[in-house]
């Protein structure tokens, strides 16, 4: 794990180490009830189905926009509440444990709940006498789930779409701030899912408008903890099938109303982080500044984004898996540099990038590809560079300047901000989206030459971190210049530095 302020639990692995009579149990309860309590969620949800629409037919579009009154609430809402309750209750959940008072929604607009594990934490809707939520614009062209979400009245935004995203900001705001004209809205803001061993850094979408909220905290008691899906481990099958127990125990706990000081209003950010530290308090777990970026964990280092499991070192892994020598990777990455630097095109297949590597499978080609490139095509420049910065194989200066002159598209001798997101992205393993805060920092020391960079980099309180705590650069700078390594590796576990806590699958 990256070597940060704290060594917080890896939130985006979860595991689970089932004795052999739990698992010789969760056979035989799966093969008895899963299928019962999929086949009785599934007629719930059924039924659920023509209630959501009929709750809004009729309306005109004015009249969709507008919270839904009268008999229309009172009639549709408590079948649909009921209906809710009993497809958690066949799926095992057979009571909620509840502590702490809901606040109305005049006292808290917004709950927020944390942590985020899964599917199942739509529970809490139950809990909480279904209010809004947030959803993205796919989940309304999935059959039951579409009907819901406009049962719901829930605010829809597209994540690919700016405008989407413009507007979706501005109707929860609209829908906190109306002085209970709407029902209180309900988010996750961690927005994605962990093993709730730490909350990762709040998104800020909860604590725009500024209003109260009041924290939720969701939690699991029960053993094994087979509820919980995230980014690597069990699939959201397999916390379906395991959690096939007689009973699931979840427990719902209202924290006192957050209500901002007059700094959190004009900083959601600072609310946010605020909000989390509380809840992360009560909750007794770390709070971080982990988030999930596309399709990386990562850590945040000013407007970097540090991966937790960064590409190069499970490349290393993989190739030390392979029987591959330090001395090996190292000429594999030299003849790489040397491909780039002839002028060639850096964008290799998967067979191609196989043949360079020196691999027998295919199929490792193909993982290691995938790390970097969401298609069968990688930049090479990527592999090189990451996997020469966290492997020791290069001195500092030897690296920067290969990495800078691959990037100064202009080769005016200067960095623009996309220069220098290629530069970073390629240095770090991921891509590097935020970099103003970075580019801002070079551009205050002069020019954003070759030397600014360095300086910035060795010298800045933030940017020297990811030399220290992330580049395993060899040594001293060598003063190569040409881009000709320097030759030794770090030695150290034929080249694969496992003090970043990720040479495997799992970091803790």
């Known amino acids: ?45 059924l039924l659920m189905w023509p209630i959501a629409r009929l709750r809004l037919a009729g309306l005109s579009a004015a009249e969709r926009a507008e919270p839904v009154r009268g008999w229309r609430w009172w009639l549709f809402h408590h079948i649909m509440l009921f209906l809710s309750r009993a497809v958690f209750f066949s799926m095992g959940f057979l009571w909620i444990k509840v502590k702490g008072r809901q606040a109305g929604v005049k006292e808290a607009p917004v709950l927020v709940v944390a942590p985020h594990s899964g599917f199942l934490d739509m529970l809490v809707l139950c809990a909480t006498g279904l209010p809004m ?46 002085d209970a004209h709407w029902p209180q809205m309900l988010m996750f803001p961690e927005g994605t899912t962990t093993n709730g061993r730490a909350l990762i850094k709040f998104k800020p979408g909860a604590f725009l408008a500024g209003v109260p909220v009041q924290p939720v905290l969701l939690r699991y008691p029960g053993e094994p903890d087979t509820v919980r899906w995230t980014w690597k481990g069990l699939t959201w099958l397999a916390a379906l099938w395991h959690t096939s127990q007689i009973y699931t125990s979840v427990t719902v706990e209202f924290l006192p109303v ?64 392979h029987s591959l020598s330090s001395s090996h990777v190292e000429a594999v990455m030299n003849r790489m540099i040397d491909s780039c630097q002839s002028g060639e095109s850096t964008m290799v297949t998967v067979d191609h990038l196989t043949d360079l590597l020196g691999l027998k499978d295919r199929q490792t080609g193909v ?16 592999i090189c560079l990451s996997v020469s910065a966290v492997s020791g194989f290069r001195s500092l200066e030897s690296l920067i300047h290969t990495a800078f002159t691959w990037f100064d598209a202009d080769q005016d001798g200067v960095l623009s901000a996309d220069d220098l997101s290629g530069l970073m992205g390629a240095l770090l393993g991921v891509p590097q989206y935020f970099i103003t ?72």
């Open 1 to 45: 794990m990256w070597k940060g302020k704290s060594h917080a639990p890896h939130p985006f692995v979860h595991e689970v180490d089932l004795t052999a009579a739990r698992r010789i149990q969760g056979m035989v309860l799966g093969v008895v009830l899963f299928p019962v309590r999929i086949t009785l969620a599934t007629l719930f949800f």
């Open 133 to 178: 939520v947030v959803s993205r614009s796919e989940n309304c062209r999935l059959p039951v789930i579409g009907a819901l979400l406009e049962f719901n009245q829930s605010v829809i935004v597209s994540r690919k779409d700016p405008q989407s995203r413009k507007k979706c900001v501005s109707q929860i705001c609209e829908r906190v701030t109306s």
């Open 367 to 382: 993982k290691i590809c995938s790390l970097y490139s969401k298609d069968d095509t990688v930049d090479l420049r990527q």
């Open 258 to 321: 957050y209500v901002p000081s007059q700094e959190e209003k004009q900083n959601p950010e600072l609310y946010a982080e605020n909000v989390q530290k509380v809840m992360a308090q009560a909750l007794n777990v770390p709070a971080t500044d982990y988030v999930m970026e596309g399709r990386f964990p990562v850590k945040k280092l000013g407007n970097l984004s540090l991966p937790l499991e960064p590409p190069a070192q499970e490349t290393l892994r993989l190739l030390h898996e």
């Open 437 to 508: 805060e970075m580019f801002t920092a070079l551009t205050s020391r002069g020019r954003p030459t070759e030397a600014s960079l360095r300086d910035l980099l060795t010298t800045h309180p933030v940017y020297r971190r990811v030399i220290s705590d992330y580049l395993r650069c060899s040594g001293p700078a060598d003063g190569n210049h040409n881009g000709i390594p320097n030759g030794k590796a770090n030695g150290n576990n034929n080249g694969i530095y496992t003090g970043y806590g990720a040479s495997g699958t799992k970091s803790d």
